[in-house]
């Protein structure tokens, strides 16, 4: 799936992607990707350049074993607003006062900042929940939940991300295993960090339920 978007290219010799907050807007600060991309010439930088080109979206996925009820996973995931517990280089996430469909993300790690506004496109108790981007950093996924375990007492969760990026600098990306495997270990530790969280929080609720029953 792709769609057109504005690209704008203000290079620096720095290495770091940085991506506007205006919808449909990119900012690319890479002076190599746009030395390829061809708003570079002869070793001088233009100001702006501005073209339309088509975003390719780039998939990671990651999954995980809880030894906890599916039900209690689903739950505790889908509390938006405790993500940055378990995905540090979330700054926030703000759940819609007005319309809880919808929320507003940042991201700050290493410097860059991020921020964008998503929308729940399935939420399926205890099976699923997807969302993607309205505005901001373009971005989409979903989480599933299933049984899993000797006693179908587990959860498999299995989270997949994809980042859209414009296709001058797909090209580059796709062939960066650097950057994929960055991701790919991102996501990781997010969903170890989640798991551990949800085995702490099981234990204390089920510490609670043996001591109501006594």
Not at 11 to 36: D, H, I, K, L
Not at 66 to 71: C, L, S
């Amino acid at each position: 799936m792709t769609k057109e978007s504005a690209f704008v290219c203000c290079p620096t010799r720095g290495n770091a992607w940085r991506w506007e907050g205006r919808p449909g807007v990119n900012t690319m600060s890479s002076w190599a990707g746009c030395q390829q991309a061809g708003f570079v010439r002869n070793g001088h930088r233009r100001s702006v350049a501005r073209v339309k080109m088509a975003g390719v979206w780039f998939e990671n996925a990651v999954e995980t074993e809880i030894q906890a009820p599916r039900e209690f996973v689903f739950d505790l995931y889908s509390d938006l607003e405790k993500m940055p517990a378990w995905s540090p280089w979330l700054d926030s996430v703000v759940v819609d006062e007005l319309d809880e469909t919808v929320s507003t993300w940042k991201l700050a790690a290493r410097g860059v900042n991020f921020s964008w506004r998503a929308r729940n496109t399935e939420v399926r108790s205890p099976d699923i929940i997807a969302w993607i981007s309205e505005d901001g950093l373009a971005n989409r996924g979903r989480v599933t939940f299933r049984d899993s375990g000797p006693k179908g007492d587990h959860t498999k969760l299995r989270l997949a991300v994809a980042f859209q990026m414009p296709s001058a600098v797909a090209g580059l990306v796709q062939g960066n295993d650097y950057v994929r495997s960055f991701v790919q270990r991102t996501l990781m530790a997010d969903v170890t960090r989640f798991r551990s969280i949800a085995l702490r929080e099981h234990r204390r609720v089920r510490m609670l339920a043996n001591q109501d029953s006594r």
